[in-house]
């Protein structure tokens, strides 16, 4: 941003404001999600996260992405360039959050909304956001003016805030959102797979009750014909005494003793009981892979195979490819628009695909090699001190120019008086070792 632009936004801006909004409220509880599940449970965001596979595929999403480095670049030509001075909110968003919790509370609300509302609740003397906060979801409502066509939210019912974006730079509120299907609101991951989710709370319910009552001698107790007719307190006064000797998982395997000519006959598990355990497993795979795209093998399930690849870091980079990477372009296209014209928000995406240690070793040497790194560089990758004469780079000494830029053979050069000339009559090229 030049100069006068800079002077313009200065002089013409609104004056510097902070929002009136109750912090506590910024982040509440969530509330249902729409119509009843087939399942018969109630599907909110909190009852989703009681799902193991629900809690693990947010959490590893949006803690990997929030966990990397994030800084302001700007762009030289190909290469992307640090900016001078950082926004503070790249380190502390506002007075309650670093970026860390910043950045994966934003994840967590794409994530489990399809919607990320970044507030900005002050901007610095040229105008540009220096205090952001992430609103609760489910608290914003998305309005359209009819009289402007312009968007703007209302927070709890009856706050009115504008839109930000690059036709409206002073607005109030940044919209992060996943795919629209059209609206004007992203549409809800939890939303999508709420049947699937409620399926899954459901068998685990089942699961829970079955193995908690523990009652391993599972069957009937027959009386002798010949016995007179219990009374209906006799029959209850059997079935309390039993069940409060056998049932619970402390008195499990438990010996039990008949008497009067009682016989014990026990029950067979049912083949749908029997088939418990797959077909959780099979929800697991179905909401980790289907809904939130991470391999089984992430949430636990190691004896499936995946299509992301055979290795772990084959693995890995097919979770980035596929997953991450669209999470991470949508939060650094929004987010950029925060910074002055020219600057962009990007985040660390090495550290999604770096190599195990010996293939990272061999790549680093071929780059070594090849004067692509220097001594320097590979050491601070491993946290050791940069040495005397390591920021020197290095190629092999029969390194030869076969086309110069024009495509043209390069001109032989005179043999010099002493000395052995390569093949095309110039001299090696000069190797410094630090």
Not at 154 to 167: E, I, M, T
Not at 299 to 306: A, D, P, R, Y
Request: some cysteine; glycine content about 10%; aromatic content about 8%.
């Amino acid at each position: 941003m030049g100069f006068w632009e800079k002077f313009d936004q200065w002089m013409f801006r609104d004056a510097p404001e902070a929002h009136d909004i109750d912090k506590m409220k910024l982040w509440g509880t969530g509330q249902d999600i729409g119509d009843p599940v087939h399942a018969g449970v109630l599907v909110s965001q909190e009852s989703a996260l009681r799902l193991s596979v629900v809690w693990r595929c947010i959490d590893l999403i949006a803690g990997t992405l929030a966990g990397l480095p994030a800084e302001a670049v700007r762009k030289q030509d190909d290469i992307r360039l640090p900016v001078d001075r950082p926004p503070r909110w790249l380190e502390t968003p506002n007075p309650e959050s670093n970026w860390l919790e910043f950045a994966e509370r934003c994840f967590e609300s794409l994530l489990m909304d399809g919607n990320a509302f970044v507030l900005i609740g002050a901007r610095d003397f040229q105008g540009f956001p220096a205090e952001l906060w992430c609103l609760n979801p489910r608290n914003v409502q998305i309005r359209r003016d009819e009289g402007t066509n312009r968007i703007y939210f209302l927070w709890q019912g009856d706050q009115r805030l504008s839109r930000f974006g690059s036709d409206a730079p002073l607005g109030d509120v940044l919209h992060i959102r996943l795919k629209t299907a059209g609206g004007l609101r992203g549409l809800s991951p939890l939303d999508m797979a709420r049947q699937a989710i409620g399926l899954g709370l459901v068998e685990e319910k089942f699961g829970a009750k079955f193995f908690g009552r523990g009652q391993t001698m599972s069957g009937v107790i027959q009386l002798p014909a010949a016995s007179a007719p219990a009374s209906r307190e006799h029959i209850e006064l059997m079935r309390e005494t039993w069940e409060a000797q056998h049932s619970g998982s402390d008195n499990a395997h438990r010996p039990g003793i008949l008497t009067g000519g009682a016989v014990w006959q026990g029950i067979t598990i049912t083949p749908e009981d029997a088939q418990f355990l797959e077909s959780r497993s099979f929800q697991v795979e179905d909401i980790a892979t289907r809904f939130f795209g991470v391999p089984a093998h992430l949430v636990g399930l190691n004896e499936k195979q995946t299509s992301f690849g055979s290795g772990v870091a084959e693995q890995a980079i097919g979770l980035y490819r596929y997953t991450l990477k669209g999470y991470l372009t949508r939060f650094e296209t929004a987010m950029s628009q925060l910074l002055p014209r020219g600057q962009y928000l990007r985040l660390n995406h090495r550290a999604l695909l770096e190599a195990d240690p010996k293939t990272e070793a061999v790549i680093l040497e071929t780059q070594l090699r090849n004067g692509i790194i220097n001594f320097d560089y590979w050491r601070a990758k491993l946290d050791l001190e940069p040495r005397p004469g390591g920021n020197r780079y290095t190629i092999p000494a029969n390194n030869q120019v076969i086309l110069e830029p024009n495509g043209l053979p390069p001109e032989p050069k005179p043999a010099p008086a002493f000395g052995n000339p390569n093949g095309n009559g110039q001299q090696p090229a000069e190797v410094t070792q630090p």
